[in-house]
């Protein structure tokens, strides 16, 4: 799992929280940073601040979709503005969560996505791997 955000306070605390429910992680404190090491495989899972300087959460899953990469993703924000809920979920975020990020929030987020099936991601109940 990779969580992306520019707060090294926030990338600690997501990491660690996670951590204590089994889930391993990794963290980067931009886009671009992520984006480089995809080469190095690509996350089952992607947790993104929606408002960073360099790259924001929507700019970062265009650019995945552009290179074909479907990684279930994991919207937070200390701003929720009207509409953004929505424009993340049609580019494909499968949860979107207010800052401060609850703990149980986050880790039933995490439990509602779908397993990968051979790499080919299954982003809805509706169509479980064959």
Not at 68 to 97: F, Q, V
Not at 98 to 122: F, Q, W, Y
């Amino acid at each position: 799992m990779a969580i992306v955000d520019d707060d090294p306070a926030v990338l600690k605390a997501l990491a660690r929280l996670l951590s204590a429910s089994s889930f391993v992680t990794r963290t980067y404190l931009s886009g671009p940073q992520f984006l480089v090491s995809l080469p190095d495989g690509v996350p089952d899972y992607l947790i993104v601040d929606l408002q960073m300087p360099e790259m924001n959460a929507l700019e970062l899953q265009h650019d995945l979709a552009r290179r074909g990469i479907r990684i279930p993703t994991i919207i937070i924000t200390a701003h929720d503005e009207a509409g953004m809920r929505e424009r993340c979920k049609s580019a494909g975020a499968i949860a979107y969560l207010s800052k401060p990020v609850h703990d149980t929030e986050l880790v039933m987020a995490m439990l509602a996505i779908p397993p990968t099936c051979n790499g080919d991601m299954r982003l809805s109940r509706e169509f479980p791997c064959a």
